[in-house]
T-cell receptor
Framework: EPEVTQTPSHQVTQMGQEVILRCVPISNHLYFYWYRQILGQKVEFLVSFYNNEISEKSEIFDDQFSVERPDGSNFTLKIRSTKLEDSAMYFC???????????FGQGTRLTVV | GQQVMQIPQYQHVQEGEDFTTYCNSSTTLSNIQWYKQRPGGHPVFLIQLVKSGEVKKQKRLTFQFGEAKKNSSLHITATQTTDVGTYFCAGVPHMYSGGGADGLTFGKGTHLIIQP
């Protein structure tokens, strides 16, 4: 069964460093998303991406964040200068189109120290 | 912006008892989706409701979408230990309907804890 894959599963970084979280969405899907979940809290929408551009972003997704789909298969989330409060589980998700379910990856646990 | 409220935050039940979680949106929804997240896992899609007043069943799970398309509920009959996890509702605002590019707005989830 096709699945969304994320790497790495766990990333530890020093405050102020840049991190890139990687995702490979399901191949025939058109809509891509990043969500984050601070430990024990709800899943929060960060950004959606369609047709090679951002289609929607939340207030969390400030200038420190960026997304790219560099080669037609990978979908990356970059945090330029990490803060302690960026520590969370980051989930990538993709949807085939329309009002369909979102398929989530296993997540990358980001720990900023 | 759109808010999705979900109650209760935690629910302890004895195995075999029923469980219900409720979801309310501040705005009319195009559709609502329900996800389950096991401890340490990722959200897994359960179901999507689209029509006003819609009711769907999956074995012991019953999902309802309100007439005004602003609220929803998930009811589990005779809980089992495999039902443990956090149940999230996630709404799609009506204004974005059909686009598919919108992000889901998740409720805070209801943590279901089952005592054997």
């Amino acid at each position: 069964e096709p699945e969304v894959t994320q790497t790495p599963s766990h990333q530890v970084t020093q405050m102020g460093q840049e991190v890139i979280l990687r995702c490979v969405p399901i191949s025939n899907h058109l809509y891509f998303y990043w969500y984050r979940q601070i430990l024990g809290q709800k899943v929060e929408f960060l950004v959606s991406f369609y047709n090679n551009e951002i289609s929607e972003k939340s207030e969390i997704f400030d200038d420190q964040f960026s997304v790219e789909r560099p080669d037609g298969s990978n979908f990356t989330l970059k945090i330029r200068s990490t803060k302690l409060e960026d520590s969370a589980m980051y989930f990538c998700a993709s949807r085939p189109g329309g009002e369909s379910e979102a398929f989530f990856g296993q997540g990358t646990r980001l720990t900023v120290v | 912006g759109q808010q999705v409220m979900q109650i209760p935050q935690y629910q302890h039940v004895q195995e075999g008892e029923d469980f219900t979680t409720y979801c309310n949106s501040s705005t009319t929804l195009s559709n609502i989706q329900w996800y389950k997240q096991r401890p340490g896992g990722h959200p897994v899609f359960l179901i999507q409701l689209v029509k006003s007043g819609e009711v769907k069943k999956q074995k012991r799970l019953t999902f309802q979408f309100g007439e005004a398309k602003k609220n929803s509920s998930l009811h589990i009959t005779a809980t089992q230990t495999t039902d443990v996890g956090t149940y999230f509702c996630a709404g799609v605002p009506h204004m974005y309907s059909g686009g598919g590019a919108d992000g889901l707005t998740f409720g805070k989830g209801t943590h279901l804890i089952i005592q054997p």
